[in-house]
Structure formats: C-alpha cells, structure tokens
C-alpha cells in the first residue's frame, strides 16, 4: 500500500508564498505522473499542476505563472511552491500519483487559507 503525506499548508495573507511537499512511502520511478489538485468548499476536486515522469508540466489557467511543480525522484516527493497567493486559491489540497503497477494513490490532504 503506498503512502502520500502532504505538508506545508497554513493561513497565509494575499500576496504570501507556501510551499506545499508531498512525500511518498516508496519509489516514485515507478509513477508516470504526480501532481496536486485542490478541492474548495462548495466546489469540485480540480486539477492545479502536474508533472509526468520525463517532467513535463501542466498547469491550470489559474495558477499559471504563480505556482510552480517541481519532484525529487531521489527524495520521493513532489513539491508545488506557491506565490502571489489569492483569496480564491483558498482549498484543501491533494497530492496525487499514478504508478505504473499499483495505480493511482492520493494524499490526506493539506489545508490552505489565504486571507485578504
């Protein structure tokens, strides 16, 4: 059974930087993505960013250019650093992984609140 444990979120003011850590209990070599979602009261799970095995990166229209992915392959883990925060970035906020043989995974989630 693999294991994401996400750290990093808290209450942070608009225009704040978190950054967000997801380590896996076992190899990520194995994964052909990780990435995060979020999910906001009220509101359905959406993609925020991913990053494939060769490290290609995918971006939601509303995090480009202010949140970045990035993964240690050595570490296990998958980061998202967050700046320029918004209100509306406000959620709980999954890591996710898909491994090749043991399918996909998620994390307990990390909460994170920007205030204005």
Do not use: H
């Not at 225009?15 to 990435?35: E, V, Y």
């Not at 925020?48 to 883990?77: C, E, P, W």
């Not at 209100?87 to 399918?103: K, M």
């Amino acid at each position: 059974q693999v294991q994401l444990v996400e750290s990093g979120g808290g209450l942070v003011q608009a225009g704040g930087s978190l950054r967000l850590s997801c380590a896996a209990s076992t190899s990520i070599f194995s994964t052909t993505a990780m990435g995060w979602y979020r999910q906001a009261p009220g509101k359905q799970r959406e993609l925020v960013a991913t990053v494939t095995s060769g490290g290609l990166t995918n971006y939601a229209d509303s995090v480009k250019g202010r949140f970045t992915i990035s993964k240690d392959s050595a570490k296990n883990t998958v980061d998202l650093q967050m700046n320029s925060l918004k209100p509306e970035d406000t959620a709980v906020y999954y890591c996710y992984a898909r491994f090749i043989f043991q399918g996909d995974y998620w994390g307990q989630g990390t909460q994170v609140t920007v205030s204005s």
